[in-house]
């Protein structure tokens, strides 16, 4: 499974990204696609999650209201529409996969078995 992200780049407080993860390879039985952000220095931490069957959602309670995480009607992409962003959003964001459907934890690190190479968001 490859996992490209695209979209990240320089934007005033204020303003809006939409990041998109582009899922190639053994796709079949993914079961969740997500994205991360880690801060250098940081812990990573889980933004928003969605199943790919069915479509349920979450999102971290630090972006809620703010972010929305989808998936085109062929499942091939997954989008992270982010709204009212703040300096603190500012963060390398990747693209995650997992194959189980029952997790610990939605946002476990562990949980995801794919992760993308990463775009920066750089919010002022």
């Known amino acids: 499974v490859q996992l490209v992200e695209s979209g990240g780049g320089s934007v005033q407080a204020g303003g809006s990204l939409r990041l998109s993860c582009l899922k190639s390879g053994n796709t079949t039985g993914l079961a969740r696609v997500g994205w991360f952000r880690q801060i250098p220095g940081k812990e990573r931490e889980g933004v928003a999650v969605?199943?790919?069957?069915?479509?349920?959602?979450f999102v971290a309670g630090s972006v809620k209201g703010r972010f929305t995480i989808s998936q085109d009607s062929s499942e091939k992409t997954v989008y992270l529409q982010m709204n009212g962003l703040k300096p603190e959003d500012t963060a390398k964001y990747y693209c995650?996969?997992?194959?189980?459907?029952?997790?610990?934890?939605?946002?476990?690190?562990?949980?995801?078995?794919?992760w993308g190479q990463g775009t920066q968001v750089t919010v002022s």
């Open positions: 995650v996969a997992g194959r189980r459907h029952y997790v610990s934890a939605v946002f476990a690190a562990s949980e995801f078995d794919y």
């Open positions: 969605i199943y790919t069957n069915g479509g349920t959602t």
